[in-house]
């Protein structure tokens, strides 16, 4: 299987250069325009406008590439299925998870699916959503369970479920004040005006981490400033030193049960929005891949385990 000219298509409605797409692809531009003049008459039709700059696709040209996409992932799975038979290897499949939910969903997604696939060798890639992003795109990914939202338009997703945001403090923290910390729980967060977290002390986690994109966002909304007092890579870390009493910060259901099981702390969960703010648990890959049985096996696996954890019923206290 040739795949040089879809290479070649791709390059150049990537770059909407001919010049820069040859010099990416290290071949010359006069021989670059001549193989896409020779598909273009193969074809019967033009896949780029050259009346325009940069160049733009045809309506052809899209179609085109859209299932030249589809033959260079079914090319790239093939390749690599063959390489595994021919040194005796197992099918891998590469997922992507957090620790976070990796320690909550893996449990419950992995036992069963190695029961039932044997020769597959899985492989658990931890990292942040970003990373996520970066390694699906390049290829290095079959799919991952993350959140929205998602920066790239070429990966896909499913929503799967959504999972509500708290804000948490220690009980000596003054915004504890205006709760009734006898029924406060993840069960009955405090609704708070948001005017209160003007100027506080908040735990933040890096930029590449989706609960880091819910803050912002969140305090985007509400016009809000607040003094970021320590930036770390771990939710649970953020999560404990909030229970603490070292500031606020926003943390998931997961994070609200891990400070409840602490005995040495007294967590305070709030609510600046009624109803409760949720973000959505996802699953995702890149757009128009082709999978093999076990991954899409790994992916439904994944998704009812996902779905067979709903989240209780949640009271917010006035």
């Known amino acids: 299987m040739n795949n040089d000219i879809y290479r070649y298509l791709l390059t150049v409605a990537q770059t909407r250069n001919i010049t820069r797409a040859a010099e990416m692809l290290h071949i010359s531009q006069p021989a670059l325009t001549k193989a896409i003049r020779r598909q273009e008459k193969d074809l019967g039709v033009t896949l780029f406008d050259r009346s325009t700059t940069p160049l733009k696709l045809t309506y052809a040209g899209e179609r085109f590439l859209e299932s030249a996409r589809k033959l260079l992932d079914i090319g790239t799975a093939m390749r690599e299925e063959m390489k595994n038979i021919?040194?005796?290897?197992?099918?891998?499949?590469?997922?992507?998870?957090?620790?976070?939910?990796?320690?909550?969903?893996?449990?419950?997604?992995?036992?069963?699916?190695?029961?039932?696939?044997?020769?597959?060798?899985?492989?658990i890639m931890e990292g942040t959503n970003a990373f996520?992003?970066?390694?699906?795109?390049?290829?290095?990914?079959?799919?991952?369970?993350?959140?929205?939202p998602i920066g790239s338009g070429d990966i896909a997703y499913e929503a799967v479920n959504d999972a509500p945001i708290y804000l948490i403090s220690s009980a000596d923290h003054p915004l504890a004040r205006f709760a009734?910390?006898?029924?406060?729980?993840?069960?009955?967060?405090?609704?708070?005006?948001?005017?209160?977290?003007?100027?506080?002390?908040?735990?933040?986690?890096?930029?590449?981490?989706?609960?880091?994109r819910v803050t912002q966002l969140l305090l985007e909304k509400y016009a809000l400033h607040v003094k970021t007092v320590m930036q770390l890579t771990s939710l649970r870390t953020i999560t404990l030193l909030a229970a603490a009493g070292m500031g606020l910060t926003f943390t998931t259901s997961n994070g609200?049960?891990?400070?409840?099981?602490?005995?040495?702390?007294?967590p305070v969960f709030y609510t600046i929005e009624d109803p409760m703010y949720y973000r959505r648990n996802i699953i995702a890959w890149k757009k128009d891949r082709v999978f093999s049985p076990a991954v899409l096996a790994l992916i439904d696996r994944a998704k009812r385990a996902i779905l067979d954890q709903p989240h209780p019923k949640i009271e917010i206290r006035h």
């Not at 197992?90 to 893996?106: N, S, Y």
């Not at 996520?132 to 929205?148: H, K, N, Y």
């Not at 609200?256 to 007294?266: I, N, P, S, V, Y």
Request: charged share 20%; hydrophobic share 45%.
């Open 180 to 212: 009734d910390l006898s029924e406060n729980s993840p069960l009955r967060p405090q609704y708070i005006v948001p005017e209160l977290l003007e100027g506080e002390d908040f735990l933040m986690l890096t930029p590449a981490q989706g609960v880091y």
């Open 86 to 123: 021919a040194l005796g290897a197992k099918e891998r499949v590469r997922l992507g998870i957090t620790v976070e939910r990796g320690t909550a969903w893996l449990p419950l997604i992995l036992p069963q699916f190695v029961r039932d696939y044997p020769g597959v060798d899985v492989r």
């Open 256 to 266: 609200a049960k891990l400070a409840m099981a602490q005995e040495q702390f007294h």
């Open 132 to 148: 996520f992003e970066r390694a699906i795109l390049a290829g290095q990914m079959d799919f991952c369970v993350s959140t929205l």
